[in-house]
């Protein structure tokens, strides 16, 4: 099972305007004196490797998607006021520092209680609810695993061209190409009617430009060319790896297509989940 570490937690593409600058001594230093709490160390080998951004890896039952870096730009780990909030909340807002969230819950950094090595708590303050969910940071990142739901493999399928030309003649399935700027790389939205009922799937690589921003991004000519070279989504597939995105309503549909053309497809948490 892929487990999260500094080189495999962080999600590729990188949506790069999430990215803080590489993280130096002085911001470490600069950030633990704004909160007025020691930062723990696992969280500080994470942002080394790379400083914030969307990660592959997700705490089952939650929302998690990403962590907060140090630095200037959205969403820091130092830029966050409880002030909001307070009204709402039975519970003690001091010495919670968010690390992800959406304005309605948030996982924390929780030093009350004069902690010196925070536990990890989960803050809902839409529900005026709060739950501690690990012991520690580093226990957090033990828990988390690999976010691949809905995700197939195409196994031993190297030109994915091949595989939409016999789907387009033997199952009647039309392609379009879908807007590179939605996810950081191109997709194949296809489209399926079997028995009446409609169904639709993503077919896309594995390797895919490490970095991307939107052109309607305010960083974009700053960020454009950053990290150009190419990277795997899912590390560990076969090269030049292709996979589908099917939701579950459509999954058997579309699974049956591609066994039609002499295609399997394996689900992604079976072969690295």
């Known amino acids: 099972m892929m487990r999260a570490n500094p080189e495999s937690i962080w999600a590729v593409p990188v949506y790069l305007p999430c990215v803080q ?7 470490v230093g600069a950030a633990e004196a704004k909160i007025g709490q020691r930062l723990p160390e696992a969280y ?21 998607d990403s962590l907060a870096g140090i ?66 940071f580093e226990a957090f990142v033990g828990m988390l695993r690999l976010r691949v739901t809905d995700q197939f493999l195409l196994v031993g399928v190297a030109d994915a061209d091949e595989v939409k030309r016999r789907l387009s003649e ?29 169904h639709s799937f993503a077919l896309y690589p594995n390797t895919v430009r490490r970095g991307f921003v939107r052109r309607e991004d305010e ?9 150009p070279e190419m990277d795997d989504q899912f590390p560990g597939l076969p090269p030049a790896s292709w996979l589908v995105s099917v939701g579950p309503e459509s999954a ?22």
């Not at 549909?253 to 394996?266: I, P």
């Open 21 to 27: 600058p590489a993280l130096t001594a002085e911001a």
């Open 44 to 64: 500080l080998r994470l942002l080394r490797a790379q400083n914030g951004g969307y990660v592959r890896f997700t705490l089952p039952g939650t929302l998690h």
């Open 71 to 136: 630095g200037p730009h959205y969403p820091s780990l130092t830029e966050f006021s409880w002030d909001e909030d307070r009204p709402f909340v039975s519970f003690e807002l001091d010495g919670l520092v968010p690390f992800n969230g959406d304005g309605h819950w948030w996982l924390c950094l929780d030093y009350r209680g004069g902690r010196r090595e925070p536990v990890v708590t989960l803050a809902d303050v839409e529900e005026g609810r709060e739950e501690q969910v690990a012991e520690s």
């Open 170 to 198: 033997k199952c009647g399935v039309r392609f379009a190409a879908m807007d590179e700027q939605i996810g950081g790389f191109a997709k194949d939205l296809g489209r399926l009617t079997t028995a009446g009922a409609r």
């Open 219 to 227: 960083r974009y000519a700053e960020l454009k060319d950053v990290m």
């Open 252 to 273: 058997h549909a579309v699974t049956g297509a591609f066994a039609k053309v002499g295609v399997v497809m394996r689900p992604l948490g079976e072969v690295i989940g």
